[in-house]
């Protein structure tokens, strides 16, 4: 990989204040507080209301990050919105925000890379700086699944929230932040976690859903718990670093019963892993920046720590990052 000159300088994220409990669930499908947790770990979820969306969740998220970060936006060149809810088709939810922010001359793109989009937006930051076209991005993953979520299946209801992370990555030769990626994906698993379009089929399978997420979790799981240790252990040995420099593991937060699986087969410690789903659920893009905000509020995510980042999911798309956490 290229020597960065890109540092992460801000944090920023926001949830909706509507929380949907397991029990609350119990009310809507055949399921119980019990099995959910035992399952997914997942204990509550945020949901928008009918008046807030991706673009709305993802302009709190950055007003969080104003008021820790020292300096201005006005100066920001690229926006990128990482998201599979855009308000709209188009236009992209990154020209909303920046329209919200009055942000002049900058450029505007959502980018989809599903669960894994946080971390590909970053990295596409990164090389933007890197390569010295732009010298300060903002990066937003902002998501709004109960919009897209059936309530009448079980299988996928329990799983899914809303919220926003947003971060800025600037020029700085001196110290910056990003140590090493792996990036990976598999086309062929597209049919095991899907939301229609403007084709009917996905791999010569026709598609259900109408607009709603379809999962097997079955498959996904199986997928995740196989290839990402062995992304992990490719992303160490691509940056010559061991497991033991790492401080803190932040990966998807898909489902915990999954990080445990993820975590025992890499032998890294639980208590070393910072996630959201446990009152978040799964967020999709978001559910890492809530996580590195979470380590942030419990005061165990410090400046100097060396943060390895995995997000994965629909695609099949997966991204591993190494960062020396550096804030402003």
């Known amino acids: ?79 990128i919105v990482a998201t599979t809810t855009s308000d709209y088709v188009f236009p992209s939810t990154a020209t909303q925000i920046q329209s919200y922010f009055n942000i ?14 946080f971390v590909y937006a970053l990295h596409v930051a990164n090389s933007f700086i890197t390569s010295g076209l732009h010298r300060k991005i903002l990066v937003i993953a902002s998501e709004t699944m109960s919009k897209i979520t059936d309530y009448t299946d079980r299988s996928t209801c329990i799983l899914f929230g809303d919220g926003a992370g947003a971060a800025l990555v600037e020029y700085d030769p001196e110290q910056p932040s990003f140590l090493g990626t792996f990036m990976d994906s598999d086309g062929s698993g597209g049919e095991h976690v899907y939301r229609t379009g403007l084709s009917d089929q996905i791999n010569n399978q026709a598609m259900l859903g109408n607009g709603k997420i379809v999962q ?60 959201s789903a446990e009152w978040y659920g799964n967020t999709s893009s978001a559910s890492i920046p809530l996580a590195l905000q979470l380590g942030r509020d419990d005061h165990k995510l410090k400046n100097g720590d060396t943060v390895l980042l ?13 960062l020396r956490w550096n804030l402003k």
């Open 1 to 79: 990989m290229n020597h960065s000159t890109a540092r992460l300088t801000a944090l920023g994220t926001y949830v909706p204040d509507k929380r949907l409990t397991n029990t609350d669930l119990e009310q809507l499908v055949d399921t119980s507080d019990e099995w959910i947790v035992q399952r997914t770990g997942i204990r509550e979820r945020r949901i928008a209301n009918e008046q807030q969306f991706t673009s709305t969740l993802g302009i709190e998220a950055v007003k969080n990050l104003q008021k820790t970060y020292p300096g201005t936006l006005e100066d920001v060149e690229l926006i």
């Open 104 to 117: 002049k001359g900058a450029g505007a793109i959502d980018l989809n890379a599903t669960c894994a989009g």
């Open 216 to 275: 097997n979790g079955r498959e996904v799981y199986k997928w995740a718990v196989r290839t990402v240790p062995k992304g992990i252990q490719n992303l160490l040995d691509q940056t010559n670093q061991s497991l033991t420099n790492i401080n803190w593991f932040v990966p998807h937060s898909a489902n915990l019963k999954m990080i445990d699986s993820i975590c025992e087969k890499t032998g890294f410690s639980l208590d070393h892993t910072l996630t």
């Open 310 to 322: 995995y997000g994965f999911g629909a695609g099949l798309t997966q991204m591993g990052m190494i």
